[in-house]
């Protein structure tokens, strides 16, 4: 899946109108008799695909509940751990979601991790249909040598740091190195190196954590290169995301007019998306910038520039071998054309020196649990169409239905259609029939279990409480971290 996951689905390219209603198909809105059971369904995740599906599946069915389970004490998944602090208007949609959320016909479960504390068949068990909506939470492996040593991170990890997911508060990332080196040209690659370059004092009204602020402010990042396998034409960032680099306060960008010799006739024939991003690129690249920009760009003191045809080959050590020092990258040339163009190495290496090496080159689905079919290259739940294959009432969307690939505003597509697909298979009478006991079987489980599940409203207590710790420095929030901290908070 490597060559795939340069793609990157990313939350920043949420769109500014408001999302598309679902099409207006005769099945859109099923009808449902008044005298059937009240179909029980349980949703696993409560990312955006979770709450999209729990979303439609509220609206178009008027009798269904829908229980959404997350292994985290708090709700929205990615948009409150992977959206960059610096895009707050990406993370309204929460504002939907919480309304989802305080429905009658829906509950949360928070802190229930499904294929440990309870099982997917135990939930097919109490529940007419199930839905995985787990997303990607791992992320894929460089696999060369040296990739263990300290220093290096994933992007993943990093975005998770800087954002307050707890499995990354002791990240300690040290930034005491002049260069750092990213791999992988998408968006994600893009907002770690804007969150490392920006001015600290621009990160301060964000909700960005203020242990990741502190570290940031000592920071002795300079140069930040983004290397690529291939070339320009082959970049997953969008223009947004671009422009926000090009712009960044107190930076420059450093690109090699080469690398985009003989483009503009080959862009010409792109889609208009992908032309205005190339042309942004060229102009960057090539033109002498104005007189105003010419003076910022001189007094700039970081700067960020692109490195293609560069493939990672080893992390070099230091002399003492306790700490990255720089990054043998393999010189690539491109084979195919479209989407089959690939990178293949040239024979020669160039060795790039740095004290920080974070990879951006995907993030990967887990299986969740034994019974349920698995696809590890594709790092998809196999599926027709949202259903689980071989599984009857089983059911998937988001990542782990269709791959890390895509903008939110996909998923949102992705998870209707999946809702969709449940509904006509419940109106044609796939799934099973009489009633289902839903959440009430699950608690005596998790009970005897020793698990304590967090609720909505609970969360609403933790969403005030870090709302108030913020208020006192300007922030919108000051996210909580440590769940002890947290079940303390909620008198547990």
């Given at each position: 899946?490597?060559?795939r996951?340069w793609?990157?689905?990313?939350?920043?390219v949420?769109?500014r109108?408001?999302p598309?209603?679902?099409r207006s198909?005769?099945s859109?809105?099923?009808?449902f008799?008044t005298?059937?059971q009240?179909?029980q369904i349980?949703?696993?995740?409560?990312?955006?695909a979770g709450?999209?599906?729990?979303?439609?599946?509220?609206?178009?069915h008027?009798?269904?509940?829908v229980?959404?389970y997350?292994?985290?004490l708090v709700?929205?998944g990615l948009?409150?751990?992977?959206?960059?602090p610096?895009?707050?208007?990406?993370?309204?949609?929460?504002?939907?979601?919480?309304q989802?959320a305080?429905?009658?016909?829906?509950?949360?479960y928070?802190s229930v991790?499904?294929?440990?504390?309870?099982?997917v068949p135990?939930?097919?068990?109490a529940y007419?249909?199930?839905?995985?909506?787990?997303?990607?939470?791992?992320h894929q492996?460089?696999?060369?040598p040296?990739?263990?040593?300290?220093?290096?991170?994933s992007?993943?990890a990093?975005?998770g740091?800087?954002?307050?997911l707890?499995e990354?508060?002791?990240?300690?990332?040290d930034?005491?190195c002049d260069?750092?080196?990213?791999?992988g040209?998408?968006?994600?690659?893009l907002?770690?190196?804007?969150?490392l370059?920006?001015?600290?004092?621009?990160l301060?009204?964000?909700?960005?954590?203020?242990?990741?602020?502190?570290v940031?402010r000592?920071?002795q990042?300079?140069?930040?290169?983004?290397?690529?396998?291939?070339?320009?034409l082959?970049?997953?960032?969008t223009i947004?995301?671009?422009?926000?680099m090009?712009q960044l306060?107190g930076t420059?960008?450093?690109l090699d007019?080469?690398?985009?010799?003989g483009?503009?006739?080959?862009?010409?024939e792109a889609?208009?998306p992908?032309?205005?991003?190339m042309?942004?690129?060229?102009?960057?690249a090539?033109e002498?910038p104005?007189?105003?920009?010419?003076?910022?760009?001189?007094?700039a003191s970081r700067?960020?520039?692109?490195?293609f045809?560069?493939s990672p080959?080893?992390?070099?050590p230091?002399?003492?071998?306790?700490?990255v020092?720089g990054i043998?990258?393999a010189?690539?040339?491109?084979?195919?054309?479209?989407e089959?163009?690939?990178?293949?190495?040239?024979?020669?290496?160039?060795d790039?020196?740095?004290?920080?090496?974070?990879?951006s080159v995907?993030?990967?689905s887990?299986?969740?649990?034994?019974?349920v079919?698995?696809?590890p290259?594709l790092g998809?739940?196999?599926?027709?169409?949202?259903r689980?294959?071989?599984?009857?009432?089983?059911?998937?969307?988001?990542?782990?239905?269709r791959?890390?690939?895509?903008?939110?505003?996909?998923?949102?597509?992705d998870?209707?259609?999946?809702?969709?697909?449940?509904?006509?298979?419940?109106k044609a009478?796939l799934?099973?029939?009489?009633?289902?006991?839903?959440?009430s079987?699950v608690?005596a489980?998790?009970?005897?279990?020793?698990?304590r599940?967090?609720s909505?409203?609970d969360?609403?207590?933790?969403?005030a409480?870090e709302?108030s710790?913020?208020q006192g420095?300007?922030?919108?929030?000051?996210?909580?971290l440590?769940?002890q901290?947290?079940l303390?908070?909620?008198?547990?």
């Amino acid at each position: 899946m490597a060559p795939r996951c340069w793609r990157w689905w990313h939350w920043s390219v949420w769109p500014r109108t408001r999302p598309p209603p679902a099409r207006s198909t005769p099945s859109s809105h099923q009808q449902f008799s008044t005298q059937e059971q009240t179909p029980q369904i349980c949703v696993v995740g409560s990312g955006p695909a979770g709450f999209y599906t729990a979303q439609h599946l509220l609206k178009h069915h008027a009798r269904a509940h829908v229980d959404i389970y997350e292994k985290q004490l708090v709700p929205f998944g990615l948009v409150r751990f992977g959206v960059a602090p610096d895009h707050p208007e990406v993370k309204n949609v929460i504002n939907t979601f919480t309304q989802t959320a305080r429905s009658d016909r829906c509950a949360f479960y928070g802190s229930v991790v499904v294929g440990r504390d309870v099982t997917v068949p135990e939930l097919r068990e109490a529940y007419h249909a199930v839905v995985l909506s787990y997303g990607a939470e791992s992320h894929q492996a460089l696999e060369i040598p040296g990739e263990e040593l300290p220093g290096v991170f994933s992007a993943r990890a990093f975005v998770g740091w800087y954002n307050g997911l707890p499995e990354n508060r002791e990240l300690a990332p040290d930034l005491s190195c002049d260069t750092a080196v990213i791999l992988g040209q998408g968006n994600v690659a893009l907002d770690v190196a804007r969150i490392l370059l920006t001015p600290p004092e621009h990160l301060e009204k964000t909700d960005i954590t203020e242990a990741a602020l502190g570290v940031l402010r000592r920071s002795q990042v300079k140069t930040v290169w983004i290397v690529g396998r291939r070339g320009p034409l082959q970049v997953a960032f969008t223009i947004k995301e671009l422009r926000e680099m090009i712009q960044l306060p107190g930076t420059r960008p450093i690109l090699d007019p080469a690398d985009f010799s003989g483009l503009q006739d080959r862009i010409k024939e792109a889609p208009r998306p992908r032309k205005r991003l190339m042309e942004l690129l060229l102009r960057t690249a090539t033109e002498k910038p104005g007189t105003q920009e010419a003076a910022r760009q001189v007094l700039a003191s970081r700067a960020w520039g692109l490195r293609f045809f560069r493939s990672p080959q080893q992390v070099l050590p230091s002399p003492d071998g306790q700490q990255v020092a720089g990054i043998r990258l393999a010189i690539t040339r491109l084979e195919g054309v479209g989407e089959a163009t690939r990178a293949v190495p040239t024979g020669d290496t160039e060795d790039l020196p740095c004290g920080l090496v974070l990879s951006s080159v995907g993030y990967k689905s887990r299986p969740i649990d034994p019974s349920v079919p698995f696809d590890p290259k594709l790092g998809i739940i196999p599926n027709v169409e949202g259903r689980v294959v071989d599984v009857p009432g089983l059911y998937c969307s988001g990542w782990v239905k269709r791959g890390p690939t895509g903008v939110i505003a996909t998923t949102m597509t992705d998870s209707f259609h999946t809702s969709q697909t449940l509904l006509q298979d419940l109106k044609a009478g796939l799934l099973p029939s009489g009633p289902r006991p839903g959440y009430s079987a699950v608690e005596a489980l998790l009970r005897s279990r020793g698990v304590r599940p967090v609720s909505f409203s609970d969360w609403e207590k933790l969403d005030a409480e870090e709302v108030s710790r913020g208020q006192g420095a300007g922030k919108p929030r000051e996210k909580l971290l440590d769940p002890q901290e947290m079940l303390r908070l909620l008198g547990r």
